[in-house]
């Protein structure tokens, strides 16, 4: 019994892991493979109509609906992800929503903010009370009360303080090849990037 579970003589041991062999539906423990899958789900929180969830955690009140994929993510009291959204690496705060078709890995949403309809993001943080929608926002910190509209693009922005809009059709951080933020900006609170702009980095906008 001690062999099988890989104890040694000094009392250590290995805990072995439960995977899943999907052919047979049966479950097999396996020391050497890490690919257990658990879902929680606290009391009067709902998974609806999501046929890919891994690894996440539902606070109460909290929902997926109607999602395509959700994994590893972290949904505090009353959050939503619904309609369509492909979810990775997540944590969505009190009141926080992603919505309709949208795209977004590695990201923090804070309370009250919202990503979505037809928005793509990653590598983002998102203060209190933010919207984005319909445009792609990546490796950007996006203060409190800042809305960015359709079709705009943001990469590589520093705007902890937030309270501004970005215009439709504006390009932050443009001209960049596969959206790396090889360059940033700093952005000063209350900034209106108006529509069509086309902002070309570096810059720094604290003061504006």
Same mark, same amino acid.
């Given at each position: 019994?001690?062999?099988?579970?890989?104890?040694?003589?000094?009392?250590? +041991? %290995? +805990?072995?892991?439960? @995977?899943?062999?999907?052919?047979?539906?049966?479950?097999?423990?396996?020391?050497a493979?890490? @690919? +257990?899958?658990?879902?929680?789900?606290?009391?009067h929180s709902?998974?609806?109509?999501?046929?890919?969830?891994?690894?996440? &955690?539902?606070?109460?009140?909290?929902?997926?609906?109607? +999602?395509?994929?959700?994994?590893?993510?972290?949904?505090?009291? &009353?959050?939503?992800?619904?309609?369509?959204?492909t979810?990775s690496?997540?944590?969505?705060?009190?009141?926080? @929503?992603?919505?309709?078709?949208?795209?977004?890995?590695?990201?923090?949403?804070?309370?009250?903010?919202?990503?979505?309809?037809?928005?793509? @993001?990653?590598?983002? %943080?998102?203060?209190p009370?933010? &919207?984005?929608?319909g445009?792609?926002?990546?490796?950007? %910190?996006f203060?409190?009360?800042?809305?960015?509209? &359709?079709?705009?693009?943001?990469?590589?922005?520093?705007w902890?303080?937030?309270?501004?809009?970005?215009?439709?059709?504006?390009?932050?951080?443009?001209?960049?090849?596969?959206? %790396?933020?090889?360059?940033?900006?700093?952005?000063?609170?209350?900034?209106?990037?108006?529509?069509?702009s086309?902002?070309?980095?570096?810059?720094?906008?604290?003061?504006?």
């Amino acid at each position: 019994v001690c062999h099988n579970l890989n104890m040694d003589s000094n009392g250590a +041991a %290995i +805990a072995p892991l439960v @995977t899943f062999d999907r052919s047979e539906d049966t479950a097999i423990a396996s020391p050497a493979s890490p @690919t +257990a899958t658990m879902n929680m789900l606290c009391p009067h929180s709902s998974l609806l109509h999501t046929p890919q969830t891994h690894h996440i &955690h539902l606070s109460p009140h909290a929902t997926i609906d109607s +999602a395509t994929s959700v994994s590893s993510a972290l949904l505090l009291p &009353h959050s939503t992800i619904k309609s369509g959204c492909t979810v990775s690496h997540a944590l969505l705060q009190w009141n926080a @929503t992603l919505t309709s078709q949208s795209d977004a890995h590695h990201v923090l949403l804070m309370e009250q903010s919202e990503v979505g309809p037809h928005s793509f @993001t990653a590598n983002a %943080i998102y203060g209190p009370d933010s &919207h984005v929608s319909g445009g792609e926002v990546h490796c950007t %910190i996006f203060g409190p009360n800042a809305n960015s509209h &359709h079709q705009s693009l943001l990469i590589g922005i520093l705007w902890p303080l937030g309270r501004g809009n970005v215009g439709y059709g504006s390009n932050v951080g443009s001209n960049h090849t596969g959206r %790396i933020p090889d360059q940033e900006t700093s952005v000063g609170e209350g900034t209106f990037w108006g529509l069509g702009s086309v902002i070309k980095f570096p810059v720094d906008l604290t003061s504006a």
